[in-house]
């Protein structure tokens, strides 16, 4: 690999090989099933299912066939996923699409998904995250009007530097907040999914009367309605981001996959059933937050319970989306393909607080330039892109390299229908309804060609760069990690 390659030419390198003479300095594996369990739900369950239920009411035309792009979105998520397991337990990394992608198609390609993945991605979905906790976190504070601007940016920012210091301490303490969060955001989605039960006994079904009357029918709107509700689910691939700190990973991944995707499939559906149940699709589609809303007509006074919810929910899932996020910076930097400082640990906390830093400031940066109306699609087009070319790594691996040894294994058609997924994704938008910003988003991921040559190719690295190095390691007191062997 090119870190390998580097490790015999750099001199840089000469405290990595000494720590992997000596005592094997590495992050600890702490992430058990129900904290994996956690890690997915906790993730995925965010600001979606408060936000996205009149995106997709919108894009499809009615009820029926909303919901039923809200089902094939989790049976997405869950081939995804199940994919996703197969090569976690084939190639025993963390680091996710990057690591497979390097594993699989090389260098190049995988130093693209890590430059877009660290540079923009993650942090735009970070700060995207902080914002909805923002809003909902303040709006209390502001009845009857909406909140300023700069009251919202500045609570996301100090949102980013909480998790920031929380991730930094400790992994057990990220853990257990994600676990306390996990178990808040359940409660507060079962509170709806009740509601709304309660208000189907009642006889409150009209939402669901000719439920398929005005479908729409096409190919862009429904890709378009499908980026929406994806955006939801998103995270279901994150306990493949943090594979080395599983305890057993060949048992613990597939598991902890099989009892979070569907759990919140369910929860979706049924909390998108409640709120059809308390409105009308016109109410539904006229609403700026659908869960608020839904609180005020169910709830009455106790309606402050839905935005206090929002707010725990969507600090629990910038947690996990952030938990992981640095962990790509992490591991991208241990291959080569970072600066070297971005793959070392803190000495007593062992955890990568460098990536971690990197990772909040980028997101900082996003939060200051502006809002993100569009985040949605185009994190969805980026994701997408990326997700098909790591299926295409896995079908590769069963139809020309059986032999390897792998504790679990997918139907090849799953990978298949996922596959497909990904490329209609991609492509619908395109085709449907051009946009500018996707030849933007296309010329930014090979923009790292500029990069990738002269200091990963040749390594063709200035001089100063090892001194920063070292002031930079002092400072935050961090060493070089090596890999965990499972």
């Known amino acids: 690999s090119t870190m390998r390659e580097r490790k015999r030419t750099d001199p840089l390198h000469l405290s990595t090989d000494l720590s992997e003479g000596k005592e094997k300095f590495r992050l600890k594996q702490e992430v058990g099933l129900i904290s994996g369990v956690s890690l997915i739900a906790g993730t995925m369950i ?25 089902a094939a979105c989790g049976l997405l998520a869950m081939f995804g996923a199940l994919s996703y397991a197969e090569l976690g337990t084939i190639i025993k990394e963390s680091g996710g699409e990057y690591i497979y992608i390097l594993r699989i198609f090389g260098s190049f390609p995988a130093f693209l998904f890590a430059y877009t993945s660290v540079i923009l991605v993650r942090p735009a979905g970070l700060a995207a995250v902080c914002l909805s906790f923002a809003e909902y976190a303040i709006a209390p504070f502001y009845p009857g009007c909406s909140s300023p601007q700069v009251a919202i940016k500045c609570t996301a920012a ?65 890709g378009v309605a499908f980026y929406q509700g994806l955006w939801s689910y998103d995270g279901w691939n994150n306990l493949n981001y943090v594979t080395e700190e599983l305890k057993k990973p060949e048992v613990t991944l597939p598991r902890a996959l099989m009892i979070a995707i569907p759990l919140v499939t369910c929860l979706y559906l049924l909390v998108n059933v409640s709120y059809l149940a308390a409105m009308t699709p016109s109410e539904l589609l006229s609403s700026g937050a659908v869960a608020v809303t839904w609180g005020d007509k169910v709830l009455g006074s106790w309606a402050w319970l839905i935005s206090l919810s929002v707010a725990l ?23 080569g393909h970072m600066p070297d400082i971005l793959s070392m640990a803190h000495v007593r906390c062992l955890t990568p607080s460098p990536a971690l830093l990197f990772t909040s400031a980028m997101s900082l940066i996003m939060i200051i330039s502006g809002s993100f109306t569009n985040i949605v699609n185009f994190f969805s087009f980026m994701a997408w892109l990326f997700y098909g070319m790591t299926i295409s790594g896995l079908l590769y691996l069963k139809i020309k390299k059986p032999e390897l040894p792998r504790s679990y294994k997918v139907p090849i058609i799953i990978p298949i229908i996922v596959l497909m997924a990904a490329v209609y994704l991609v492509l619908a938008p395109i085709i449907d309804q051009p946009q500018i910003e996707i030849l933007y988003i296309v010329l930014f991921i090979f923009s790292g ?30 060493a070089p990690t090596t890999k965990n062997a499972n």
């Open 46 to 70: 965010g600001s979606g299912i408060f936000m996205s239920p009149e995106w997709v009411l919108h894009h499809m035309g009615n009820p029926a066939s909303s919901l039923l792009i809200w």
């Open 158 to 222: 100090a949102c980013i530097l909480i998790l920031t210091i929380i991730n930094c301490l400790n992994v057990r303490l990220a853990t257990s907040v994600m676990n306390i969060f996990t178990a808040a955001k359940l409660l507060a989605l079962l509170v709806i999914v009740v509601g709304g039960l309660v208000l189907l006994a009642k006889g409150q079904t009209q939402s669901f009367q000719n439920g398929f009357q005005g479908t729409t029918a096409g190919i862009g709107a429904v």
């Open 313 to 335: 929910s969507t600090f629990g899932s910038s947690n996990g989306t952030f938990f992981s996020g640095g962990r790509v910076c992490y591991i991208a930097a241990r291959e």
């Open 449 to 478: 060609i500029i990069f990738y040559f002269p200091l990963v190719r040749f390594k063709h690295h200035p001089r100063f760069f090892g001194r920063v190095t070292l002031h930079l390691q002092l400072l935050l007191e961090v």
